[in-house]
């Protein structure tokens, strides 16, 4: 059973950092591509950033280029968001997902994601 836990949210003041884990269970970590979204209230599911099965490919939203970075460590089955420069903007659930293909456009639409994990909430307070 695929199980994807979020954690390392939490409530930050605008300009502060955050850095989320998810640690991935049952499956090949390694075959997999990864992402992070995020849901703010009221509003759709966003891609933040997503990650090659090794690493070697990364993309990431406009806005969140330049103070978001993806990591992944493939021995620890477990994929990273860090977080700097937080505004109040972030605030939202960020959720954790995997895919088994890198397509580029596609990396951004949420039914390419098989499983997700339960979200972790990121509260930015101005």
């Known amino acids: 059973q695929v199980q994807l836990v979020e954690s390392g949210g939490g409530l930050v003041q605008t300009g502060g950092s955050l850095r989320l884990s998810c640690a991935a269970s049952?499956?090949?970590?390694?075959?997999?591509?990864m992402g992070w979204f995020r849901q703010a209230s009221g509003w759709e599911r966003e891609l933040v950033a997503a990650?090659?099965?090794?690493?070697?490919?990364?993309a990431y939203a406009d806005s969140m280029k330049g103070r978001f970075t993806i990591s992944r460590d493939n021995a620890k089955n477990t994929v990273y968001l860090q977080m700097n420069s937080l505004k109040p903007e972030d605030t939202a659930v960020y959720y954790c997902?995997?895919?088994?293909?890198?397509?580029?456009?596609?990396?951004?639409?949420?039914?390419?994601?098989?499983?997700w994990g339960q979200g972790t909430q990121v509260t930015v307070s101005s």
């Open positions: 997902a995997e895919r088994s293909d890198w397509t580029g456009v596609g990396l951004a639409y949420t039914d390419g994601y098989t499983y």
């Open positions: 049952g499956r090949t970590f390694s075959s997999y591509c």
């Open positions: 990650i090659s099965w090794k690493g070697g490919s990364t």
